[in-house]
Every structure is written in structure tokens, then in C-alpha cells.
């Protein structure tokens, strides 16, 4: 559950103080926690496959960098679907990847 953690002076963690003081808000904690970490893998995901996509432009080897930028926009809908990440934040994303995949084809 997430809250106030608490440090001793070397900076561990000693424990987390919860803050909320309804069954409500104690209810949301957790459902805000399940959340974070469900999108957090998403996010990850995405992340892991516009990388690979940004890499396979780098090696100039255009079938691949065609086929990795295909997965990555998949994935990123895929993301953007779940709600990991916003719509428009996906969309922005693609956008810079096919930007760059269509100047790697200008100049091969």
C-alpha cells in the first residue's frame, strides 16, 4: 500500500504510515496500487518494444526497422487501449517513430 514511508538515517525504508482514515479511502489505496502496478507493466512494455524499434533504425537494416516500428505502434495502441498511457501521448510517439523510420528510408 502506498502512503508516507518512513527513512531511519542511513535512508531505509522503515515502513509506510497510512494515511487514509475511511474504509473508502483505504479501498481506493489498494485499488490505486493494483492499478499502478498493471500499468507500470504496460508502460514497460511499450517503452521495451520503441526501443528495440529505435535500435533496429540505428542499424540502418530497413526490413527490420520496418517490422520493429510495426510491433512498437502495436504495442503502444496496445498500452493506450489499456490506459497506461494516454491516447494522444501513444499517437505522439508513433508520430516521432515514423518520422524517423521515413527519414532512415530518405536517405537509404
Not at 538515517?9 to 504510515?17: P, S
Not at 481506493?28 to 500499468?39: F, P, V, Y
Not at 542499424?59 to 526497422?65: F, N
Amino acid at each position: 500500500m502506498r502512503g508516507t514511508i518512513e527513512y531511519n538515517a542511513a535512508f531505509k525504508k522503515v515502513e509506510e504510515v497510512e494515511l487514509a482514515n475511511t474504509a473508502s479511502a483505504k479501498k481506493r489505496i489498494r485499488q490505486n496500487e493494483k492499478r499502478r502496478l498493471r500499468n507500470k507493466s504496460w508502460r514497460t512494455r511499450a517503452r521495451t518494444y520503441v526501443k528495440r524499434a529505435r535500435l533496429a533504425m540505428d542499424s540502418q537494416d530497413r526490413e527490420t526497422a520496418v517490422a520493429a516500428v510495426r510491433t512498437a505502434t502495436k504495442e503502444l495502441d496496445r498500452a493506450a487501449s489499456k490506459g497506461a498511457i494516454h491516447r494522444r501521448n501513444a499517437a505522439r510517439r508513433k508520430s516521432r517513430l515514423m518520422r524517423q523510420l521515413a527519414k532512415l528510408e530518405g536517405s537509404s
